[in-house]
């Protein structure tokens, strides 16, 4: 028998034909490594090249400025309107001030005398942020100006029996005394009547 090469004929489709000498297999084994590594190569350029445009979108996505800040964005109109808009809103939180404050003034007179070191106390950075009902509580606090009053109890029930008092009695102290010392007995039944 004669060694020949035989290369096997693969029964299923899937099945690679199999070749008989290493050398071949070898070489096709590194071709097929080279292969790999030529695409593995092209994959990490084109994840790279993905991963900076994601980056490039981020950072102008944050540093674009909001639309309604842009001015070119709108027309002349809508400019003018938005003018309007501004102006409005402006006269708006100066009407609900002006309200907050009444109300304030009202529930607190002492507010009234002391107008101008409120509005100081106001104008301060960290009461700013305070709403005016708030920020006056605080100011009559710290100038000890804020009185408690116990609040109003509604809804009680009034106090009931009427208006009885006792009746007075008919007998003088003296006569009331010389029944207590003489006549015992006379002066316990007046007594549990009600009398004396």
């Known amino acids: 028998m ?8 693969p029964t299923n489709a899937a099945e690679p034909t199999v070749q008989s000498k290493p050398e071949e297999l070898l070489k ?18 084109q994840k790279e090249h ?3 445009k994601y980056e490039r979108d981020i950072a102008s996505k944050t540093t ?9 964005v709108f027309s002349d109109e809508g400019k003018a309107l938005k ?3 501004s102006s409005l809103n402006e006269k708006l939180r100066d009407i609900e001030r002006k309200d907050a404050r009444r109300e304030i003034e009202a529930e607190y007179p002492v507010l009234k005398d002391k107008r101008e070191d409120f509005d100081a106390f106001l104008e301060d950075e960290e009461n700013k942020r305070l709403s005016v009902k708030k920020a006056a509580k605080l100011f009559l606090a710290e100038k000890n100006l804020l009185s ?9 029930e ?15 102290n003296e006569e009331i005394e010389h ?7 006379k002066f316990e039944k007046l007594l549990r009547e009600g009398k004396i």
Not at 29 to 44: F, G, N
Not at 148 to 156: H, I, N, Q, T, V
């Open 64 to 72: 674009e400025p909001v639309p309604s800040e842009e001015p070119d």
């Open 148 to 156: 408690f009053e116990p609040p109003e109890r509604k809804g009680l």
């Open 179 to 185: 029944l207590r010392k003489n006549d015992w007995r």
């Open 83 to 85: 003018g309007e808009i």
């Open 50 to 52: 993905w991963r900076e």
């Open 158 to 172: 009034k106090p009931t029996g009427g208006g009885v008092t006792p009746p007075e009695p008919k007998l003088s």
């Open 2 to 9: 004669t060694d020949v090469p035989v290369s096997a004929t």
């Open 28 to 45: 096709e084994r590194e071709a097929e490594i080279e292969k790999l590594k030529t695409k593995e190569v092209e994959l990490q350029a």
